[in-house]
Structures are given as structure tokens and as C-alpha cells.
């Protein structure tokens, strides 16, 4: 899947996010604060190491005579193999950074769980930023993935180990997400003023914090189109009113 040009991310209105848009900085934050249980926090189902993996690693630690002496071999180096994938789960999730972005920026749902009923607002980003060039889109399923223990313990390979946490329930696609990652949670990452694209305002933001928001734009270099929105009559979705241009 493409990166689209633009990727847009909800918010509350608050000091944070405020700050955050007058520094032009996304945070990236813990994925132990994420509200799905499963989010960052899959333990991947993981397939039987094959006969021929055994042997290889019995191999290489020059204790082929084991196979004979211990039948549970196989068992036991995938039960190292889910161990390692726990592992390299648990440092992500206490370690490392996630911020998230959607397509759309006219979602009803979005508005009201990510946009404080609304009340928030959705920054449109363009992803020629740096900031955006290796954000991954999230994957929905219907089930857990399934790794295998050669690719863990023979391949070394744990590619897989990390797409889970670009994957999701089914229940969750209408988010249409993608995420940027960072080794650190908590850390601020700057923007250039130029890829912020336009921002929304939520049809129940209040008129002291649309001009809050208005004040912080003001600092951008060029002058960032700033809109009101309202739901649509004829749909399921929300619509926007220009009422400052850019330049």
C-alpha cells in the first residue's frame, strides 16, 4: 500500500496539543496507554519449529547426540522461540514511541473517539515530511497471526515480530490507520511548518478554543487554511467550511 499525500491525526484541544502545534512537534507516545488490549500487545501464534530446524540448531551447537537423549527437543526450542518473540513484544511496548494517523479526516466515529466528541480538531499533514516517510498502515484481521520458530531461531528473521504492531481487530479498520514509530516513547519529533496542510476544527469546538488554535497558527511561516465543520444532511460523514485561506 502507497502512502497517501496526506495523513491527518485527531486531537483534543488542550494545553498539550496546543503546545504541540505552536513547537510544530508529534509526539509519540507508550502503546501501554492504547485503549485495545490487543494494540502493540499481540502475542503472535507461533507454529512448531520443523524437524529440520532442530537439527540445524542441534547442529550448530554441536549437540546432535541431544535429539536422541531429550524427544521433547522440538517442543522446548519452540517454547524458546515464543519466549524470544515475548520478549522483543514486552521491550517494544515499554520502550518505544507510536504516533497515529488516519486517511480521512471526515469519519463521524474518529471525530467523537479521538476529537473529544467533537470538540477537538484534525490536523491534515503532508507526508512529503520526513516525519511521515516511513509511517506503515495498519493491517486488519479477523485473526492473531501466526510466526513460525524457524523464522525466530533459524532465520533470525523478525520482520513478522514487528508487523504486529501495524495489526489490528477487524473492528478497529474503519480508522484506516497508519503508524510512525520511535525508539523512545515520549519523545517530540519536530515538523516543517510547510507540512502542515490545513487544520479542522470540530463541529463543537468552542469559540474560545477555535481561536486558541487560530493563535498558534499564526507563527507559521505561511498562513495555514484553517476550517469549520458541521455534519453533513445528506450523509454519514462530516463537511467543511473554509474560513481562513492559506497563502
Not at 502493540?40 to 529440520?52: G, R, W
Not at 463521524?108 to 506503515?136: I, Q, V
Not at 523512545?184 to 463541529?203: C, D, E, I, N, R
Not at 507563527?219 to 474560513?243: I, W
Request: hydrophobic residues 35%; charged residues 20%.
Amino acid at each position: 500500500m502507497s502512502l497517501p499525500s496526506n495523513l491527518y491525526k485527531y486531537e483534543r484541544v488542550s494545553l498539550q496539543s496546543l503546545v504541540n502545534l505552536l513547537a510544530r512537534v508529534v509526539y509519540f507516545g507508550s502503546p501501554k496507554n492504547f485503549n485495545d488490549p490487543y494494540d502493540c500487545a499481540i502475542s503472535a501464534i507461533v507454529q512448531e519449529l520443523s524437524e529440520a530446524g532442530v537439527s540445524r540448531l542441534l547442529a550448530e551447537a554441536n549437540a546432535v547426540h541431544l535429539k536422541a537423549i531429550e524427544p521433547n527437543m522440538r517442543s522446548m526450542f519452540t517454547d524458546s522461540a515464543k519466549a524470544t518473540l515475548d520478549e522483543i513484544t514486552e521491550h517494544f511496548k515499554q520502550n518505544s514511541g507510536v504516533s497515529c494517523f488516519t486517511e480521512t479526516n471526515d469519519n463521524l466515529l474518529m471525530w467523537s473517539h479521538y476529537a473529544d466528541r467533537g470538540t477537538g480538531m484534525c490536523l491534515e499533514f503532508s507526508t512529503s515530511d520526513e516525519l511521515f516517510r516511513k509511517a506503515k498502515p495498519v493491517v486488519y484481521s479477523d485473526s492473531i497471526p501466526a510466526i513460525s520458530a524457524d523464522e525466530l531461531l533459524i532465520d533470525k528473521n523478525y520482520s513478522k515480530a514487528t508487523e504486529l504492531y501495524c495489526t489490528k481487530s477487524k473492528d478497529w479498520s474503519y480508522e484506516r490507520e497508519w503508524r510512525a514509530f520511535h525508539k523512545t516513547a515520549g519523545t517530540k519529533f519536530g515538523y516543517a511548518a510547510s507540512s502542515l496542510t490545513a487544520v479542522f476544527l470540530g463541529p463543537r469546538i468552542t469559540n474560545e478554543m477555535a481561536n486558541l488554535v487560530a493563535t498558534m497558527l499564526k507563527d507559521y511561516e505561511s498562513p495555514v487554511p484553517l476550517y469549520t465543520s458541521q455534519p453533513s444532511t445528506t450523509q454519514f460523514k462530516m463537511e467543511f467550511t473554509l474560513v481562513k485561506r492559506g497563502s
